[in-house]
């Protein structure tokens, strides 16, 4: 791989000069689905595929980007002195606003770049590929000038450009599962707080299948805000009685409790899955950590469950593609990842027979929905870092 994006790179920028090339992974959340913004845990972990950047610095202040997957642009052009969004740069602007993000914070670098991407994330497939471009130009350009920026700070800087230069509204977890991403490891992360703590995933015999429904998620950002007030109209409601600031502050336990306090009955489901989710997230953690995979598979079902019927954000093909799932007796565990209503579902699968159990799995998703579904076999991979000939692993 690295040979072939060094070819690639100077065949496009018509130079022999040797590049430095970074891989920044996808990642997927294997648990802790819409508790992030209730004040609770999520489970996220890196993948072995992502975005690789191959780059070398211009004399000028001129930047010049390709990617392979958007061939069709071309070589698009800016400048260090020149960084605001524009809508023509496509893809582009995601690595400009880590630049101009650099900028704000003072850290100027006085040259430009030729730089070269190729992701390997499968298009579409909610696996934070924005995420991962971001934060792929952001180990490149802390290297190219020698900024020596510490990992979280250049995470919370990407969610930044993700936020006020592309605007969209993400939380710290793409980013940070990207950049501090760690082999055969998940990441226990409170977004409020950035604590964060790595669960060993021995996946003996066991393989991380992600499943694309190749429904586009259409409903999934208007349903997510009403969501969210929901939320919010349930922990205004229980604030009245309970000293808490967030939905996940409370164990399930003391829910039961004090759940009469929500005088809605919609927004109390919605809270019962934040709680139940958070509780559930965090019993995940241990049961990786006694390496109890069946225990785990039984916790991502009770999240698609609660998702289904409390959140209500999975829809009629993610519960097909789940069902088809569960169906099948290899599958340690299978739930939805993401937003919900269309995406991606994440699954634990027996490696014996697995290319029969997907065979099976999509035969069954295809009847109920008349769509093929897509499998991808993932790995845990190591987090945003620069590939050398020394240090392949991933690539």
Same mark, same amino acid.
């Given at each position: 791989?690295?040979?072939?994006?060094?070819?690639?790179?100077?065949?496009?920028?018509?130079?022999?000069?040797?590049?430095?090339?970074?891989?920044?992974?996808?990642?997927?959340?294997?648990?802790?689905?819409?508790?992030?913004?209730?004040?609770?845990?999520?489970?996220?972990?890196?993948?072995?595929?992502?975005?690789?950047?191959?780059?070398?610095?211009?004399?000028?202040?001129?930047?010049?980007?390709?990617?392979?997957?958007?061939?069709?642009?071309?070589?698009?052009?800016?400048?260090?002195?020149?960084?605001?969004?524009?809508?023509?740069?496509?893809?582009?602007?995601?690595?400009?606003?880590?630049?101009?993000?650099?900028?704000?914070?003072?850290?100027?670098?006085?040259?430009?770049?030729?730089?070269?991407?190729?992701?390997?994330?499968?298009?579409?497939?909610?696996?934070?590929?924005?995420?991962?471009?971001?934060?792929?130009?952001?180990?490149?350009?802390?290297?190219?000038?020698?900024?020596?920026?510490?990992?979280?700070?250049?995470?919370?800087?990407?969610?930044?450009?993700?936020?006020?230069?592309?605007?969209?509204?993400?939380?710290?977890?793409?980013?940070?599962?990207?950049?501090?991403?760690?082999?055969?490891? #998940?990441?226990?992360?409170?977004?409020?707080?950035?604590?964060?703590?790595?669960?060993?995933?021995?996946?003996?015999?066991?393989?991380?299948?992600?499943?694309?429904?190749?429904?586009?998620?259409?409903?999934?950002?208007?349903?997510?805000?009403?969501?969210?007030?929901?939320?919010?109209?349930?922990?205004?409601?229980?604030?009245?009685?309970?000293?808490?600031?967030?939905?996940?502050?409370?164990?399930?336990?003391?829910?039961?409790?004090?759940?009469?306090?929500?005088?809605?009955?919609?927004?109390?489901?919605?809270?019962?899955?934040?709680?139940?989710?958070?509780?559930?997230?965090?019993?995940?953690?241990?049961?990786?950590?006694?390496?109890?995979?069946?225990?785990?598979?039984?916790?991502?079902?009770?999240?698609?469950?609660?998702?289904?019927?409390?959140?209500?954000?999975?829809?009629?093909?993610?519960?097909?593609?789940?069902?088809? #799932?569960?169906?099948?007796?290899?599958?340690?565990?299978?739930?939805?990842?993401?937003?919900?209503?269309?995406?991606?579902?994440?699954?634990?699968?027996?490696?014996?027979?697995?290319?029969?159990?997907?065979?099976?799995?999509?035969?069954?998703?295809?009847?109920?929905?008349?769509?093929?579904?897509?499998?991808?076999?993932?790995?845990?991979?190591?987090?945003?870092?620069?590939?050398?000939?020394?240090?392949?692993?991933?690539?």
């Amino acid at each position: 791989m690295l040979n072939k994006l060094e070819k690639s790179f100077q065949k496009v920028f018509e130079t022999n000069e040797i590049p430095r090339t970074f891989l920044s992974p996808g990642r997927v959340n294997l648990i802790g689905e819409h508790t992030d913004y209730n004040g609770g845990y999520v489970f996220p972990c890196a993948l072995s595929v992502g975005t690789y950047v191959t780059i070398v610095p211009r004399q000028d202040r001129k930047l010049r980007f390709y990617s392979e997957n958007f061939p069709e642009l071309g070589v698009i052009e800016a400048s260090l002195d020149q960084l605001e969004f524009k809508e023509e740069h496509d893809w582009a602007n995601y690595p400009k606003g880590v630049i101009h993000m650099f900028q704000e914070q003072g850290l100027e670098g006085a040259k430009g770049f030729d730089a070269y991407f190729f992701g390997n994330i499968p298009n579409g497939a909610g696996l934070s590929s924005s995420a991962s471009i971001e934060l792929a130009m952001a180990i490149a350009w802390d290297a190219l000038n020698d900024f020596h920026m510490e990992r979280i700070p250049m995470v919370q800087l990407c969610q930044r450009a993700e936020n006020e230069y592309i605007g969209v509204n993400c939380g710290i977890m793409d980013q940070f599962a990207i950049g501090m991403g760690k082999k055969n490891h #998940a990441i226990l992360l409170d977004c409020n707080t950035l604590e964060y703590s790595y669960a060993p995933v021995e996946l003996e015999g066991v393989k991380l299948v992600l499943a694309n429904t190749n429904k586009r998620r259409g409903l999934a950002d208007s349903k997510y805000n009403e969501r969210r007030s929901e939320c919010e109209a349930a922990l205004t409601d229980l604030q009245k009685t309970v000293s808490i600031h967030n939905l996940c502050d409370m164990t399930p336990a003391q829910f039961e409790q004090y759940q009469s306090m929500i005088s809605n009955d919609t927004a109390k489901r919605r809270a019962k899955h934040a709680v139940d989710e958070n509780a559930r997230t965090l019993n995940a953690q241990q049961k990786l950590q006694q390496g109890d995979l069946v225990a785990f598979g039984e916790l991502m079902n009770e999240s698609h469950r609660s998702l289904r019927d409390d959140y209500e954000v999975t829809g009629e093909h993610l519960d097909a593609l789940v069902e088809s #799932a569960w169906a099948e007796p290899t599958v340690l565990g299978a739930r939805m990842t993401g937003a919900g209503f269309g995406g991606c579902t994440v699954n634990l699968i027996n490696e014996d027979g697995l290319d029969d159990t997907l065979s099976r799995m999509a035969e069954t998703y295809k009847q109920r929905t008349g769509i093929e579904p897509e499998f991808y076999v993932v790995d845990i991979g190591e987090g945003t870092r620069e590939i050398t000939n020394e240090h392949k692993e991933g690539v």
